[in-house]
């Protein structure tokens, strides 16, 4: 039998409701929203009950997501699963760091808020916007980003799809030249231009707030979206570097798959992870987690 990856999801198909089941039939997963009340009040009643509005706010987006994202995956192992690996998409890699153990629940739970924080800020002060691309090779979309000033692809996602960031006002030339490449370019409802250098400030200000915490070795490998391979070396530089460069999704699953993975589970809100991991490599099996149907049906 092959190997598990427990990938955890990122931000943007959070939703109402999120987590709510998992939370009433499980023990492990209702432990993690407790958590994250004691640190941040009301977390789970705004994953429960907040508006579709307010969740998109980053600040309220990023814990709430974390938050759904860890108990998912507590109710996975909840059922004797054993997982060899785990990773991240982007907001996921924080739930990922405290699932493997380089730190406790309690401070990836206070690290993703502070990430929040410094992502909000610094969208704020640099207005920018990211447009997802299908159709086209992502090299190819990396020349026509080139083109423009202040336009960078940021999220390889797979084969088939390659999300670029980018000032505002590049926007509309930007989807016409896709267009007209036969390309689709489909903007994305967001608040920031993330994993670009827009998001500079940011990475500084976690590299401060990361500097006085001791970090663990994971008791379970973790790749990294900064290297697309497994944390080693100075596992902060990986932190601060990931907010602020490419999310480098498709070469992270292909060497998952290198390394014996067949089997990746999905945790947390939606199934973006999935649908990517099965245009990567059609040959694994991919599934998600996110809701009581999904989690009695597991038999992995």
Not at 165 to 180: G, Q, R, V
Not at 244 to 251: F, S
Request: glycine share 8%; charged share 25%; proline share 4%.
């Amino acid at each position: 039998m092959g190997k598990i990856a427990l990938v955890f999801s990122g931000q943007g198909a959070q939703y109402p409701g999120m987590g709510k089941e998992l939370y009433d039939c499980s023990p492990a997963a209702k432990a993690v929203y407790d958590m994250a009340d004691s640190i941040r009040e009301g977390t789970s009643n705004q994953c429960f009950n907040g508006t579709k509005e307010e969740l998109s706010v980053t600040v309220n987006t990023q814990p709430t997501v974390f938050t759904a994202d860890l108990a998912a995956a507590e109710a996975v192992k909840e059922k004797g699963i054993k997982i060899d690996y785990v990773a991240g998409f982007s907001l996921g890699e924080i739930a990922a760091l405290g699932f493997s153990g380089i730190m406790s629940y309690e401070d990836a739970f206070k690290l993703v808020c502070k990430r929040a924080e410094l992502m909000d800020r610094a969208a704020n002060e640099t207005p920018g916007t990211m447009v997802a691309v299908m159709k086209l090779t992502p090299e190819r979309i990396e020349e026509i980003a080139s083109e423009f000033d202040e336009c960078w692809p940021v999220n390889y996602n797979s084969p088939a799809q390659t999300v670029v960031a980018m000032n505002k006002d590049n926007l509309e030339a930007f989807c016409e030249k896709i267009k007209s490449e036969k390309g689709r370019a489909v903007p994305l409802a967001v608040s920031g231009a993330f994993h670009s250098p827009y998001m500079a400030k940011a990475a500084v200000g976690l590299g401060e707030y990361l500097a006085d915490m001791t970090l663990n070795e994971p008791t379970i490998p973790l790749y990294a979206n900064y290297t697309a391979e497994e944390y080693s070396g100075d596992y902060k530089s990986l932190i601060t570097n990931q907010c602020k460069n490419p999310v480098k999704w498709q070469k992270t699953v292909e060497n998952l798959i290198a390394n014996g993975v067949d089997t990746f589970i999905e945790v947390g809100v939606g199934k973006t992870l999935t649908g990517l991991i099965k245009k990567i490599d059609r040959n694994v099996t991919a599934i998600k987690v996110e809701n009581k149907e999904d989690l009695d049906a597991l038999n992995v």
